[in-house]
């Protein structure tokens, strides 16, 4: 049998098997088998055996021969008073060079005290850690020394002989991250950033702190459940004060925050808000900000903290609390817990900066903290979405970002944000009811809104919506609200979406479709020009760069014409099979073309015959129509008849590409009309797959603006070829079909079928303000729609024609 003596002092055992190792098996007395397994433990741990028996004797004398603490988690209480003890070995070690060089004696009176709040500043250097045990009530400061100086079955243990300060125990946790900051300040205290969390509170009070040692002692059993008031010790707005803990400072242990951020702007949010949930409640103090989430589980109740002071002062803190004797709840030591969250969160999630702490993370925070509640509430949208991170320190998790373990559902990392990060908070708890998040998890949250771009930045840059793809700036002019033209991806020029054969291969490109034998300005060139070939040996373009005036009249009145003679039908019209309704083909017209010189020509890039590749010249304006057609486009100054405008750009689909994505599309969405490449069907029979448009919803220029208007419009759109003869794909250019004044809309006519109820996108309800509206439903509820009308005046003729036309655009 074991004598007493040799059961309840494990040093007495080590010695004793240390010294008569090979009679161990001849005692009559074993060593006790928990003494050898903690040894074993620690040796797995690179820890010799001559380390750990003296702390482990102090623990066990601590911990009232408690033997479960120590045992707890593979021996975390033991490892980490060693790793503390050998620190302050080191410590103790420099603090005496440092002494025998400057020849000074340390002072007493520098000492914390913390049990008399002697000096305020003590606060830097104590963590104050507790856990309610069943028996015992202890409280860790983060007061280091020499674990050895602790003296079995004092209730307080007070090192001043050495300099040690009186701790106090409690096994209430609860760390304020301000103690951290003290503590990293240890470790880091050439960061700037940091001098006003500890050191200039320091100097204030004129005190020098010294490393203490870690102090472990005895509380008389505390047995009430340990409870969080905010209060308001005037510096911050809301303080969290653990009942249990009567003999730990306030102002110790809220004196300086982890990262106390000096605000650029002051705060504008005040709030007074209470909002408690099952679990966690928010508060907010209207002398400034205050977020406070707890979390109430049966086990556990933990608390995080961000207070704020008026002067935009952040602070943070995490406390949890073990209200149910849970022998697994013990006291980790601060640098535990950082060098554990740091490891496991950050090394984890790979972060790649190799030099990033716990402590940068949360200084950060507070910044962010600062930012987003200094932000005016009409900055941040209603319908923004919430980022939450989740923080398990004391669960040991390791997501630092990652709620979907949080039983908050895979990838949901997103909540509905309120106007500030305080209210994000309330709707968390809301969110954790419905999903019941497991008591256990009880880890802080963090709300980072997400704030709707088009609120803070607007989508494009409104001093030039083309981003310097063009030649000219084009302006964005709002003048009736405040609203921006939602975003797209501005293009100069076409592009392949993804299936779309265009070829632009220069053998493609033979003679008779190049004027290779041209030179310098084919417009002043005596010889005929190959690139005429298209408009009748004379080329469209006057020197001016605009159109000729014969070659623009023919081409209006064959649009509004609609010659049977140029209407090509298709037997499998691939527009038709595209729409719900299968029907016959409606006709396509054969257009006349407008053919420019390009790479294979003789002439120079400023010939004449070059107009629409140029792109635009024109001084353009985006503007917000006031009669509710959206955004328009409009001219700043006056263009003849004729004038090059721009080009329809946008991704080239084919017939098929569009038509998926329209059954794709939910119906709110807003498209802009994709205008299909028919000009030349007629030339071969028209494969899906040959069949093209251009779509300039999700990528396109300014033409995307260009509003309807039915018959009168003062654009009309004309082919272009310009890289490849193959007609499937040419360039769509619009030119000014009269004279148009000065801050004039442009407009041309979609071609629109407002009739036409299978249709993939339906017509809108058309504001065009023409005389001639086809859009405008008839007394007869029927809606007029002109296909064909050869001038104004031939209107009435055609009242009754309601012929629908695939002209301008397809769709
Ligand atoms: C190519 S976009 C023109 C630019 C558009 N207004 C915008 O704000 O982006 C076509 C859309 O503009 C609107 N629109 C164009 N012409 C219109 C008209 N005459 N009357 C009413 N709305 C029109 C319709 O919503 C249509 O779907």
Redesign the pocket.
Known sequence: MNTKEEIEDPQHHLIKAKLLPSSRSAMTTTPNPRVVKAIDAMKDLGIPEVTTKPVLKNLYKVFNKKWEFIEAENYRVLADAIFEYQDDQVDEAKKRKDTQRSGDVEPQSKRLNLMQNEDRTAGCSQLVFGSKLNEHNLTQTFARGNIDELKPGSHSIHSNERGKDKVNASWLQSYSMQDIACASNDRKRDKEKQTFSCRNALRENEAIPKRVSIGLSFKEPKVERSEVTICNDGRYNAVTRHQCEPFISDECQFEKPIAMVRPLIRYHAKEDREDGGDGTSVTGHNTGLCVKIENKSESCFSNFEITSTPSGEVKISLSCISSTGRPDIRMPSLDAVLKLAGDRCLKTHKIINPSISLIDLMEELCQHFLRLSTIPTSAVNMDSRALIVYQGIHEGRDHMADSSSNGWGNGQHFMQAERKSLECNGGRSKRKDQDGLNSSTSGSLMVVPHFNLDSVRPPHDLEDIGKGEEKVKILVVNEINDMHPPFFHYIAQNNVYQDAHVNFSLARIGDEDSCSNCFGDCLSSPIICACTRETGGEFAYTADGNLKGRFLDEYITMIRNLPNDRLYYCEDCPLERSKSGNEKCKGHLVRKFIKECWTKCGCNKICGNRVVQRGITQDLQVFLTPEG????LRTVKSLPKGAFVCEYVGEILTNIELYQRNEKSTGNE????PVLLDADWSSEGILDEEALCLDATTYGNVA??????CYDANLVEIPVEIETPDHHYYHVAFFTSRPVGAMEELTWDYGLDFLDVNHPIKA?????GSIYCRGMPLANGWFLSLGALTDVQGLDECFDARVATNFGTGY
């Open positions: 057609k959206g955004w328009g807003k498209h802009t009309y995307r603006f260009i509003n309807h208007r809108f309800r058309c504001r065009c």
